[in-house]
Antibody, heavy 119, light 107 residues
Framework: QVQLQESGPGLVKPSETLSLTCTVS????????WTWVRQPPGKGLEWIGY???????TYNPSLESRVTISLDTSKIQFSLKLSSVTAADTAVYYC?????????????WGQGTLVTVSS | DIQMTQSPSSLSASVGDRVTITCRAS??????LNWYQQKPGTAPKFLIY???SLQSGVPSRFSGGGSGTDFTLTISSLQPEDFATYYC?????????FGPGTKVDIK
């Protein structure tokens, strides 16, 4: 069974770049979509974007100018970079995956990692 | 973007109650509607896909319905472990969007 684990700094300064990695265990990167979703404290869920195993990406237009999602098949990891962060980017960041029959169906999810943007 | 709304935003219910949550999309999404359950401090759990199909391992007291723009999630007999926040989400087109959530707590 595939399991996902997010990792990365829990504190990022304003205007800097947030960088997170999701490590996949128990399965392969191939033939799946690899997704990032975030949730500000006490608020709802926002889809950030995903990458297909082929390397093609789709981002949420609200974040597209600042987001990069990449894949490292050798390490069975995928990453999120969000540039020029502000306090509004403070959130729990989740990685998840979805299959080709439903790219927008996210299961399973990682446990999430809280990233706080503050000086 | 497709906007998702949910009602009610919260509800109080007792163990054994039948609970129904409504989700509405801003345009037709066919049956491309999913439901997630989230408990405090944990990741969302995938419950229902394609509006009415139960994910493996999800108890049969959960059911979903609807198509087009209007959808429902029903819990036929609320159990103590069901107290949580429920989110609908459309998988019809990117950007995939979630409803604001419905919090189900104990009366």
């Amino acid at each position: 069974q595939v399991q996902l684990q997010e990792s990365g700094p829990g504190l990022v300064k304003p205007s800097e770049t947030l960088s997170l990695t999701c490590t996949v265990s128990g399965g392969s990167i191939s033939n799946y979509y690899w997704t990032w979703v975030r949730q500000p404290p006490g608020k709802g869920l926002e889809w950030i974007g995903y990458i297909f195993y082929s390397g093609s990406t789709t981002y949420n237009p609200s974040l597209e100018s600042r987001v990069t999602i990449s894949l490292d098949t050798s390490k069975i990891q995928f990453s999120l970079k969000l540039s020029s962060v502000t306090a509004a980017d403070t959130a729990v960041y989740y990685c998840a995956y979805s299959t080709t029959w439903c790219g927008g169906c996210f299961d399973p999810w990682g446990q999430g990692t809280l990233v706080t943007v503050s000086s | 973007d497709i906007q998702m709304t949910q009602s009610p935003s919260s509800l109080s219910a007792s163990v054994g109650d039948r609970v129904t949550i409504t989700c509405r999309a801003s345009q037709s999404i066919s049956s491309s509607l999913n439901w997630y359950q989230q408990k405090p401090g944990t990741a969302p759990k995938f419950l229902i896909y394609a509006a009415s199909s139960l994910q493996s391992g999800v108890p049969s007291r959960f059911s979903g319905g609807g198509s087009g723009t209007d959808f429902t999630l029903t819990i036929s007999s609320l159990q103590p472990e069901d107290f949580a926040t429920y989110y609908c989400q459309q998988s019809y087109s990117a950007p995939f969007t979630f409803g604001p959530g419905t919090k189900v707590d104990i009366k």
